[in-house]
C-alpha cells in the first residue's frame, strides 16, 4: 500500500495504545467499478480500481475466474493490469438483508492490514462501490489444504507434522498480536506451490487487543469448534488449539472429527465428550500432542508457541529443508524442550508408574454439563449447579 493511504485510528484501551492502520476507511470508498475496454474493442471486461487517499490509482484489477465461494461472497483470482500482478479479490455483495455485514468485512479488513508474517495471507486493499466490497489479497497458488485433500487424499504423518509447524508459526505471532483467528481448518489454510503455508480468512477472527474474549456469540465451523466457544464461554487464543488438533485429524484422515454426525450432535459431542475419537493408528508423539490440544479447559492446553516444542513437531522439524529450520528458530529463543513439556512427560511416566503397582485410579473430572435427550431435535444443553 502506499504511504499516502488513508489512515484509519483503532482505539487500544488508551490513546497512547492506538494503532495505525492505513487504506482501510470506516465509510468512505477507496476504489471504483467501471467498464474498461480491452484491447480489441470486442467488448468490455470489469475492472476494479484501487486509490490512495488523494484519488491517484495505484492499482487496476480484472477480475477473472471464481477459485472459492462462501455464504456470502466470492474469492476471485484477478490481474492487475498496471503490472501483471495476481492476486485474490474475496467480493461480498451488500445486501439490505445483512445489514452488518459492510462493518464485518472492514473489520476483517483492518485487522489484516495490521498483520505482517510469511504464515498469514498478505493484505493487499480494499475496494468498496455502491453494491459490492472488495478485499485484495495476495494470491497463493494451491489453494486450500481442504481442496488439496480432495485431490490427493489424506497426508502422511511427516507432511502433516510439517504443515503443523508453518500452521503453528502462524499461529504464535496472531496470539502476540493478540488476535484470535476462531475459524481454523484445513479450508482457511492455504499453500504455495513450494508448500509454505498461508492462514486466511479472518471474517470471524477476534482482535482482542480491541475486546476481550466475545460471550454470548457462536463463531467458527461446528467439527472444529472448542468446547468454551460451544457453551458460550467466549473464544480466546486457546479456541484456536482445539481447532488446530481438529485440523491435524483432518489433514492425517481426510475429515475432522465427528464428519459423520449432524451439526446439532456435533456441537453436544465435543461438549460432552472427553476428548474427540483419535484414530487408533496414531504415533504415540503425535497421539501426546492432540491429548494436549483437546484438554477441555482451554487454561490447561499449551500455546502456539509452546507447541513448537513438542517432540512431535521438533522430531519432524528436523526433517525439514534447512530455509525452515532457520524459520523455527526466528520464532525466539525456545529450549529444545519447554519445561511445559518436560513436566507433561514426567506426569505421564509418574501416572504409568502407579499403574503398574496397582495404585492407580481413575481421576474423575468434575462435569458441568449433560445431555438432556427426549426427541433428538429437541435435545438441550443444560448446566448443572453441583
Same mark, same amino acid.
Request: negative net charge; charged residues 25%.
Given at each position: 500500500?502506499?504511504?499516502?493511504?488513508?489512515?484509519?485510528h483503532?482505539?487500544?484501551e488508551n490513546?497512547?495504545?492506538?494503532?495505525?492502520?492505513?487504506?482501510?476507511?470506516?465509510?468512505?470508498?477507496?476504489?471504483?467499478?467501471?467498464?474498461?475496454?480491452?484491447?480489441t474493442?470486442?467488448?468490455?471486461?470489469?475492472c476494479?480500481?484501487?486509490c @490512495?487517499?488523494s484519488?491517484?490509482?495505484?492499482g487496476?484489477y480484472?477480475?477473472?475466474?471464481s477459485i472459492?465461494?462462501?455464504?456470502?461472497?466470492?474469492?476471485?483470482r484477478?490481474?492487475?493490469v498496471?503490472?501483471g500482478q495476481m492476486?485474490?479479490?474475496?467480493?461480498? %455483495?451488500l445486501?439490505? @438483508?445483512?445489514?452488518d455485514?459492510e462493518d464485518v468485512m #472492514?473489520?476483517?479488513?483492518?485487522?489484516?492490514q495490521?498483520?505482517?508474517?510469511?504464515n498469514i495471507?498478505?493484505y493487499?486493499?480494499?475496494?468498496q462501490?455502491?453494491?459490492?466490497i472488495?478485499?485484495?489479497l495476495?494470491?497463493?497458488?494451491?489453494?486450500s489444504l481442504?481442496?488439496?485433500? %480432495?485431490?490427493f487424499g489424506?497426508?502422511?504423518?511427516s507432511l502433516?507434522?510439517?504443515?503443523?509447524?508453518r500452521i503453528?508459526?502462524?499461529?504464535?505471532?496472531?496470539? @502476540?498480536?493478540?488476535?484470535?483467528?476462531?475459524?481454523?481448518k484445513?479450508?482457511?489454510?492455504l499453500?504455495t506451490?513450494?508448500?509454505?503455508?498461508?492462514?486466511?480468512?479472518?471474517?470471524v477472527?477476534l482482535?482482542?487487543?480491541? %475486546?476481550?474474549?466475545a460471550?454470548?456469540?457462536?463463531?467458527?465451523?461446528?467439527n472444529?469448534?472448542?468446547?468454551?466457544?460451544?457453551?458460550l464461554k467466549?473464544?480466546?487464543?486457546?479456541?484456536?488449539?482445539w481447532s488446530?488438533?481438529?485440523?491435524?485429524?483432518?489433514?492425517?484422515?481426510?475429515?475432522?472429527?465427528?464428519? @459423520?454426525?449432524i451439526?446439532?450432535?456435533?456441537?453436544?459431542?465435543?461438549?460432552?465428550?472427553?476428548?474427540?475419537?483419535?484414530?487408533?493408528?496414531?504415533p504415540?508423539e503425535m497421539?501426546?500432542f492432540?491429548?494436549l490440544?483437546?484438554?477441555?479447559n482451554?487454561?490447561?492446553?499449551?500455546t502456539?508457541?509452546e507447541l513448537?516444542t513438542h517432540?512431535?513437531?521438533? #522430531?519432524?522439524?528436523?526433517?525439514?529443508?534447512?530455509t525452515?529450520q532457520s524459520?523455527?528458530?526466528d520464532?525466539?529463543?525456545v529450549p529444545?524442550?519447554?519445561?511445559?513439556?518436560?513436566?507433561q512427560r514426567?506426569s505421564?511416566?509418574?501416572?504409568?508408574? #502407579?499403574?503398574?503397582?496397582?495404585k492407580?485410579?481413575?481421576?474423575?473430572?468434575?462435569r458441568e454439563?449433560c445431555f438432556v435427550k427426549?426427541?433428538?431435535?429437541?435435545?438441550?444443553?443444560r448446566?448443572?449447579?453441583?
Open positions: 500500500m502506499s504511504p499516502s493511504a488513508n489512515i484509519l483503532v482505539p487500544g490513546v497512547a495504545e492506538e494503532r495505525q492502520i492505513t487504506g482501510v476507511p470506516r465509510r468512505k470508498s477507496t476504489g471504483t467499478l467501471f467498464n474498461k475496454e480491452n484491447k474493442g470486442s467488448d468490455e471486461s470489469a476494479l480500481e484501487l @490512495d487517499e484519488g491517484a490509482p495505484i487496476l480484472r477480475l477473472g475466474n472459492g465461494k462462501g455464504q456470502f461472497g466470492t474469492v476471485y484477478a490481474l492487475n498496471k503490472t492476486v485474490a479479490i474475496k467480493q461480498i %455483495k445486501s439490505a @438483508d445483512y445489514n455485514l #472492514q473489520q476483517e479488513a483492518r485487522l489484516l495490521s498483520l505482517a508474517h510469511p495471507v498478505r493487499e486493499g480494499f475496494i462501490d455502491a453494491e459490492c472488495n478485499i485484495v495476495e494470491f497463493v497458488e494451491n489453494g481442504a481442496n488439496t485433500l %480432495k485431490a489424506s497426508f502422511p504423518e502433516v507434522a510439517s504443515y503443523s509447524l503453528l508459526q502462524g499461529l504464535a505471532y496472531l496470539h @502476540d498480536q493478540r488476535v484470535a483467528h476462531c475459524d481454523l484445513a479450508a482457511n489454510i499453500t506451490k513450494a508448500g509454505d503455508v498461508k492462514l486466511s480468512d479472518f471474517g477472527s482482535n482482542l487487543h480491541l %475486546k476481550e474474549a460471550t454470548g456469540t457462536v463463531a467458527g465451523t461446528p472444529w469448534m472448542a468446547p468454551e466457544v460451544i457453551e467466549g473464544a480466546t487464543t486457546k479456541s484456536d488449539i488446530l488438533g481438529c485440523t491435524i485429524i483432518e489433514l492425517y484422515t481426510g475429515k475432522p472429527p465427528y464428519a @459423520d454426525l451439526p446439532m450432535t456435533t456441537l453436544f459431542r465435543i461438549v460432552e465428550d472427553d476428548c474427540p475419537p483419535l484414530p487408533i493408528s496414531l504415540t497421539r501426546n492432540l491429548e490440544c483437546f484438554r477441555k482451554p487454561d490447561d492446553r499449551p502456539a508457541l513448537l517432540p512431535w513437531i521438533m #522430531q519432524n522439524a528436523a526433517n525439514l529443508p534447512e525452515d524459520s523455527l528458530s520464532m525466539g529463543s529444545e524442550e519447554s519445561c511445559f513439556f518436560a513436566t514426567n505421564i511416566l509418574v501416572h504409568k508408574l #502407579q499403574e503398574r503397582q496397582g492407580g485410579e481413575e481421576r474423575m473430572t468434575e454439563h427426549g426427541s433428538f431435535a429437541k435435545g438441550n444443553l448446566r448443572i449447579n453441583g
